[in-house]
């Protein structure tokens, strides 16, 4: 599946531009002369197979053509090559406050009175306090440093604070993670295991693990979802800020490569995924297994 | 939270809901009632914005865009999982493994860019947030499905079904009584109740987003319609920048917990026994 | 000569960069899609691309005269068919080529190229024939006709013949339209997020400012408080209901920013009952502009010196076009609309219009960038037809779709639309009210068509002096608002806000930095 993104995110998303209203075209050239020859060299007077072969084509070997309007000229990889890391980095650093949240709650250490609390964080939507910083951002180092690579890792670690707070994404993680080994340390193998002496974390991280890997999967594309967001209010040249101008703009080639690079991404998380998923089964496999019923 | 507890919460907090939504005036109010940015004790209940409109037209014209579409893509979402606890109890490999392949795929599009594509697609005096609801809830039904099907799984798939055949009960009675109400119930329910209350999120980013780019609302005719999303961008200013629309905020945040309320408390009042 | 001039221009710039060493920051609205001139398409685009190219002739904000800073000489030939252009000596492009008369041919011919797929390029071929380069510093640039005004019609930007590989037909994603190559006082570079100009020594251009920045500025209020923190030093276009808050500050400048612009009500006359002139004028009789411009501006009547000032035809009262003899209609008059209504043969039934026995319904939109300047505009128009019996759906467009369907005469499903028009210096409105066909009407946003408006167009086209041309439009105008394709509505002063380190900051109509020359920055 991580092998079939790449082309498949792509062609869905060609699907769905194809049916936008208007064109790039006319955007460009309203009902003039030359609109033809600009959609015959923009692959838009062939029909979207055509259009979705010939980007494909061309992206295989690395070249996504110029952008049409969001930055008019420049070549699309100039543009994304940057942008992969910075959004790569963001939903990194996003997922530390989860990660480590998870281990705490995983761990037993935050008790379920507080949850409302995290619950009520967690209501606030991420554009408000994206917003809030960026006006912050702007005010205190003014328009060319807030726009400018001088602002960069300030907008990453606060985006990256916001978005593994905001919108439930902490909430969810703590309260997920403990309803996880809760359930699991509810298993009678444990109870023998505590008789034993053993550690409980020891006996149930590895059982829990494919669940767990699964859930960090599902939040990291969560994040990725809204990394849009917080990308597009703090103005961080990522792939979901470049997604969201290129869309409003009718810039199908960074539209479409823009999608690859969240597909890759995407991609890239399942294989990871499959990779502890595996290494998670030949560890259980080599672990000594507990007769039913009691130790002999 | 206890069971009645949560049941006396949803009627609350969904009622409120409705209330706004129904009495929503049609169109948006260009007049002022009070001075700019009245405080809710100068204009009740709730206060004015900076041209002396009372922030209530915001509260009821923002429950009256979010309501039906969150319900629907809720409704969507459990209507889904519950298919997935039921494919699961089926035993259909076939069926299975192609839903196990769509969920794959659309659990990997980032959910963002298809709503946003779907969004600008739809023609000015179509839009509303309820065709995005709709793609919202069934981007989100993969997960629900997948949680439906390992709820079923746990029970025994087929094999529950088979056993519970052998005590002489229907197919209908042991799909519709055992499998979805006793034990699809709380998943299915907390997945609906999530999706309700990612929608109302859903309406606030995008009209957020379309405010800062500029462009008219995804989600709403804005020229006779305001949203939630414009009582938090008052609240924004006044964070940053020293306006006196605090009382806009707290409105505003208000209103989203109401509704995240509401999500809790089905979720908490449809949990097993 | 010239070397010494550079020499000093550069010492000037090195000086600037010692004393200042600061980039100025200034905030547009939105960013421009392009630097390259063929693809202007918003006043963002046109205001950035005057700084790094050079219109081969423009007027002067001084004194209004046609200037030329590339041009040292000129003189009509064939009969007037033609213009030869001797070229001012020392010129060069910001990669250091010299500017020859290669380049103006070479533009030319792009224009005439219909592999080139720009609106404004499409413009001129109906203007321009060819181009002859007689030698390296002189070119003869060829018309269609005999024009009154050929210099007039010579105001384009020069673009280098070799950063195209002497190929003709320029595409708008071609590398050029973000790292372009100009002679203008700076050297531009598009990024993702704004635009940096440097500082470019040349033989006709000496500016002060050795760097600057263009932003997006996203949030009005924050970008003026952006400008008061200095953390920019200057906004382009200030919202009337912000300006309060520049005049308060006592380190930031309100200036007058001459944008000809009018607002209007464009009408559907294709449609029924808008066909009806009738109609068109009780409509007219309908709008209390007194009191739109009030709540939505903020200009309270009787107000001195207001930035606002009702029209009665399609030019600014400034304009030597505008034609006094005809007066605005500044106050709803029911009684008048009524009278129309009825000649026209409708019928109000419990307060509500009908036409044919349905109520009378408009559908009715506005570009929605409108609504920073007047807020709610398009709600108490909506407002004040409903109040006389005439109800409405309104939307706001965004500016793509305008540009795309508005502007081109697609969006016929709508009834009225409210909008804005600017104008440089020459206020030609051929574009908005010729009946549309190819080359004409372009901007006709109904697609109106009328005979007599068409015949006073073409008058003023061949119209050979400026008396003959201001008689045209006179008769246009008076013609306009008897038959109301538009309801117009007001001119509306446009202010930029500069901090008062920005010195001697001249701006040009329209174009605004054409005189960049003189700013200085002080910061």
């Known amino acids: 599946m991580a092998l079939v993104l790449p082309f498949a995110v792509p062609a869905i998303i060609t699907l769905l531009i194809w049916a936008l209203p208007g064109s790039p075209v006319s955007i460009i050239c309203p009902g003039c002369d030359g609109a033809e020859g600009l959609a015959a060299r923009w692959n838009l007077d062939q029909g979207m197979v055509h259009f979705y072969t010939t980007w494909m084509g061309g992206a295989l070997h690395g070249d996504f053509g110029n952008s049409w309007r969001v930055v008019q000229g420049v070549p699309i990889a100039e543009l994304l090559g940057p942008a992969v890391p910075v959004t790569v980095t963001l939903i990194l650093l996003a997922m530390v406050p989860l990660l480590l949240a998870s281990a705490v709650a995983g761990l037993g250490w935050i008790p379920r009175q507080l949850d409302p609390l995290f619950q009520a964080i967690g209501l606030i939507p991420a554009m408000l306090p994206a917003l809030v910083v960026y006006a912050v951002i702007s005010l205190r180092f003014g328009a060319t440093m807030a726009d400018g690579p001088e602002s960069l890792t300030a907008k990453l670690l606060w985006g990256a604070i916001i978005l593994g707070i905001a919108d439930g994404a902490l909430s969810g993680a703590i309260v997920g993670t403990r309803s996880l080994f809760d359930n699991e340390r509810k298993q009678q193998y444990v109870l023998v295991a505590q008789l034993r002496g053993e550690g409980v974390l020891s006996n149930t991280l590895p059982n829990v693990a494919g669940a767990l890997v699964g859930q960090i999967r599902g939040r990291m594309l969560h994040l990725l979802s809204g990394a849009v967001i917080v990308e597009a209010v703090l103005r961080i040249d990522g792939l979901g800020d470049y997604l969201w101008r290129a869309t409003l703009m009718q810039d199908f080639g960074l539209v479409l490569a823009a999608a690859t690079g969240f597909a890759l991404v995407s991609g890239s998380i399942l294989m990871l995924q499959a990779l502890l998923e595996v290494a998670v089964a030949w560890h259980q496999r080599r672990s000594p297994v507990v007769p039913v019923g009691g130790v002999a | ?273 | 000569m010239g070397r010494s001039r550079h020499l000093l221009v550069a010492a000037g710039i090195s000086a600037a960069m010692l004393s200042t060493g600061a980039a100025l920051t200034y905030y547009e609205g939105a960013l421009p899609t392009t630097l390259n001139p063929l693809y202007a398409a918003k006043m963002v685009d046109y205001r950035a691309q005057e700084l790094v190219f050079d219109r081969l002739w423009y007027h002067s904000p001084i004194n209004n005269e046609l200037e030329s800073r590339l041009v040292q000489g000129w003189e009509l030939t064939d009969g007037g068919k033609g213009i030869k252009l001797e070229l001012a000596s020392g010129i060069k492009w910001h990669d250091g080529k010299p500017f020859t008369a290669n380049d103006i041919c070479f533009t030319v011919k792009s224009m005439l190229d219909t592999g080139t797929p720009s609106p404004i390029a499409e413009g001129y071929r109906d203007i321009l024939a060819g181009c002859t380069e007689e030698s390296r510093s002189t070119a003869i640039v060829h018309f269609t006709r005999i024009v009154h005004n050929p210099r007039e019609r010579l105001g384009f930007s020069v673009l280098p013949e070799h950063a195209f590989d002497g190929n003709t037909a320029i595409s708008p994603d071609l590398e050029f339209s973000a790292r372009p190559t100009g002679t203008g006082p700076m050297k531009g570079s598009r990024g993702t997020r704004g635009v940096t100009f440097q500082a470019f020594a040349n033989g006709h251009h000496a500016p002060n400012i050795p760097q600057m920045q263009l932003q997006e500025s996203g949030d009005p209020l924050l970008a003026i408080k952006a400008l008061i923190n200095n953390s920019v030093q200057g906004i382009i276009e200030v919202a009337p209901n912000f300006r309060a808050d520049v005049s308060a500050s006592d380190e930031l400048a309100l200036k007058s920013y001459d944008l000809r612009s009018w607002w209007f009500v464009a009408i559907n006359s294709k449609k029924a009952p808008l066909d009806d002139r009738r109609v068109r004028q009780a409509l007219n009789f309908m709008l209390d502009r007194t009191e739109l411009r009030e709540k939505s501006i903020g200009v309270k009547p009787g107000e001195r010196n207001s930035p606002c000032e009702f029209i009665s035809g399609p030019f600014v009262p400034s304009s030597p076009y505008y034609n006094r003899s005809v007066p605005a209609v500044e106050r709803s008059d029911q009684g008048q609309a009524e009278a129309l209504l009825t000649e026209a043969g409708m019928e109000k039934v419990g307060g509500r219009w009908q036409f044919k026995g349905q109520p009378v319904s408009f559908r009715m939109g506005m570009e929605k960038s409108l609504d920073n300047e007047a807020p709610d505009i398009l709600s108490y128009i909506s407002n004040q037809f409903e109040a006389a019996g005439i109800g409405s759906q309104v939307y706001k467009i965004p500016p793509d779709k305008w540009t795309t369907e508005a502007i081109t005469g697609h969006l016929t499903d709508y009834d009225l639309l409210v909008g804005k028009w600017s104008f440089g210096q020459v206020e030609d409105v051929n574009e908005l009210f010729y009946t549309r066909s190819r080359g004409k009407g372009t901007r006709n946003i109904f697609n109106y068509s009328e005979q007599e408006v068409d015949r006073l167009l073409a008058q003023y086209d061949v119209a050979k002096t400026d008396t003959a041309a201001r008689d045209a439009y006179h008769k246009l105008h008076r013609k306009l608002a008897e038959d109301l394709p538009y309801l117009f509505l007001w001119k509306l002063d446009t202010k930029s806000a500069w901090r008062t380190e920005v010195k001697s900051n001249t701006i040009a109509p329209y174009y605004y930095f054409t005189q960049f020359d003189s700013w200085r920055y002080e910061g």
């Open chain 2, 1 to 273: 939270m206890p069971r009645n507890v949560a049941i006396l919460f949803t009627i609350i907090s969904l009622g409120v809901l409705v209330v706004l939504a129904f009495h929503s005036p049609e169109r948006w109010t260009v007049m002022a009632e009070a001075e700019s940015y009245a405080s809710p004790f100068e204009l009740p209940p709730f206060g004015a914005d900076s041209r002396g409109r009372p922030l209530t037209d915001y509260a009821m014209q923002g429950a009256h865009i979010v309501a039906l579409p969150a319900v629907v893509a809720g409704l969507l979402v459990t209507f889904l999982g519950i298919v997935g606890g039921l494919v699961r109890c089926m035993g259909s490999a076939r069926v299975e493994s192609i839903v196990a392949g769509l969920r794959e795929v659309v659990g990997a599009l980032p959910r963002m860019v298809v709503i946003l594509v779907v969004a600008i697609l739809m023609p000015l005096e179509w839009r509303s947030l309820m065709g995005l609801a709709v793609v919202w809830a069934l981007l989100a039904a993969p997960g629900a499905m997948d949680e439906a099907a390992a709820v079923a799984g746990r029970l025994g798939g087929a094999r529950f079904v088979e056993a519970l055949r052998a005590h002489g009960f229907s197919r209908v009675r042991i799909y519709l009584y055992h499998v979805v109400a006793l034990n699809l119930r709380p998943v299915v329910v907390r997945q609906g109740a999530e999706t309700l209350m990612q929608v109302v999120f859903l309406e606030v980013a995008l009209s957020f987003l379309a405010l800062a780019a500029g462009e008219p609302s995804f989600t709403h005719n804005e020229a006779t319609t305001k949203s939630w999303a414009d009582l938090l961008y008052q609240g924004y200013q006044f964070i940053a920048m020293d306006v006196p629309s605090g009382h806009a905020l707290v409105l505003g945040l208000l209103l989203v917990a109401v509704t995240a309320v509401a999500a809790v408390s089905i979720s908490s009042a449809a949990r097993a026994r």
